[in-house]
């Protein structure tokens, strides 16, 4: 998964317009977006497919907006499984910048969560380095 980007925006008609308009005009294409806003402000959870361009954007465009790693982990679907993981990170030093469900099956929740720092995280919850994938296809 690409990089995440966690924008500040306005919360205002037609902001939300105007970054994907500034993305499309360089060639980005959102490939992932999840947003949220709250009073005068909104944030938007962004993934593309091209980050170098997408932070060159943001800037260009006067966003203000952090970056992270993702991870996707898998926890039981229950009441207080998302904050045992949290409580889990911040015990850890890990700071979280974003998640989102992107799955569920059979009592477990697949989560895409966006952190400060991806190898304390792994380390954290015990979620192996992915070494390589290599395609079996002829």
């Not at 919360?11 to 999840?34: F, Y």
Request: proline share 4%; with cysteine; aromatic share 4%.
């Amino acid at each position: 998964m690409a990089q995440p980007f966690v924008v500040q925006l306005p919360n205002r008609p037609g902001e939300l317009a105007h970054l994907a308009k500034g993305l499309c005009a360089r060639g980005v294409n959102i490939s992932n977006i999840q947003g949220s806003s709250a009073g005068d402000l909104a944030c938007a959870l962004i993934h593309t497919d091209d980050d170098v361009a997408t932070a060159e954007v943001l800037r260009s465009m006067g966003y203000q907006f952090v970056t992270g790693s993702t991870l996707i982990v898998e926890i039981e679907d229950t009441p207080c499984a998302l904050g045992d993981l949290t409580a889990q990170l911040e015990f850890g030093g890990v700071i979280l910048k974003g998640c989102c469900i992107i799955g569920r099956r059979e009592g477990c929740a697949e989560w895409s969560i966006s952190v400060d720092n991806e190898p304390l995280a792994r380390q954290i919850l015990g979620i192996p380095e992915v070494i390589s994938l290599v395609s079996t296809r002829r």
